[in-house]
T-cell receptor
Framework: DAKTTQPPSMDCAEGRAANLPCNHS???????VYWYRQIHSQGPQYIIH???NNETNEMASLIITEDRKSSTLILPHATLRDTAVYYC???????????FGTGTKLQVIP | DAMVIQNPRYQVTQFGKPVTLSCSQT?????MYWYQQKSSQAPKLLFH???????NEADTPDNFQSRRPNTSFCFLDIRSPGLGDAAMYLC?????????????FGQGTRLTVV
């Protein structure tokens, strides 16, 4: 699986958009970008995934650059409950184990 | 409704005394994973099952074993827990095959070794 690089921590004001970047410059053509988050003392939770096109669901939006070497997870209106560690993971579609990198610790500030 | 259930949420065991953690799922997923997560670290994959096929990670110590008696249940056995095995243990499931295979995680079992 391709490696990912994320900033170790970020702050975001409550109600503002949180933009979490991820670099995956060695991604191959068949690999997807997945995002998970882990709220303190809970199991990780799937957020969103994409291959080439931008994706949006009820939780977040995922913007993937045209060359697919980086992506941004956007939480449009961050709340205090969004404080968590966010993991960007690159893996092939289908059955493939989820391997976590170091993630970004997002702190939403009142 | 809980889909991946881990019991117990908290487990205290004695140094060297075998302990078993359990995981059950209601999703009928082919794949079940066990992860170890130590404080302030990312989850680390120990092993996983695809149906009955067991897949061990290269760096998983022999002290850790697993059993999957049926689709719904998977167990993590720690034969001789050491102080360094104190951690959160996470179980996850996913579909096999193609397409989106997001993983569903349980709430974890926090293991303390005394």
């Amino acid at each position: 699986d391709a490696k990912t690089t994320q900033p170790p921590s970020m702050d975001c004001a409550e109600g503002r958009a949180a933009n979490l970047p991820c670099n995956h410059s060695t991604i191959s053509g068949n690999e997807y970008v997945y995002w998970y988050r882990q709220i303190h003392s809970q199991g990780p939770q799937y957020i969103i995934h994409g291959l080439k096109n931008n994706e949006t669901n009820e939780m977040a939006s995922l913007i993937i650059t045209e060359d697919r070497k980086s992506s941004t997870l956007i939480l449009p209106h961050a709340t205090l409950r969004d404080t968590a560690v966010y993991y960007c993971i690159v893996k092939y579609g289908g059955y493939q184990k989820v391997t976590f990198g170091t993630g970004t610790k997002l702190q939403v500030i009142p | 409704d809980a889909m991946v259930i881990q019991n117990p949420r908290y487990q205290v065991t004695q140094f060297g005394k075998p302990v078993t953690l359990s995981c059950s799922q209601t999703l009928n997923h082919n794949v079940m994973y066990w992860y170890q997560q130590k404080s302030s670290q990312a989850p680390k994959l120990l092993f996983h099952y695809y149906d009955k096929d067991f897949n061990n990670e290269a760096d998983t110590p022999d002290n850790f074993q697993s059993r999957r008696p049926n689709t719904s249940f998977c167990f993590l056995d720690i034969r001789s827990p050491g102080l360094g095995d104190a951690a959160m243990y996470l179980c996850a499931t996913s579909r096999g095959g193609g397409g989106n295979t997001e993983a569903f995680f349980g709430q974890g079992t926090r293991l303390t070794v005394v």
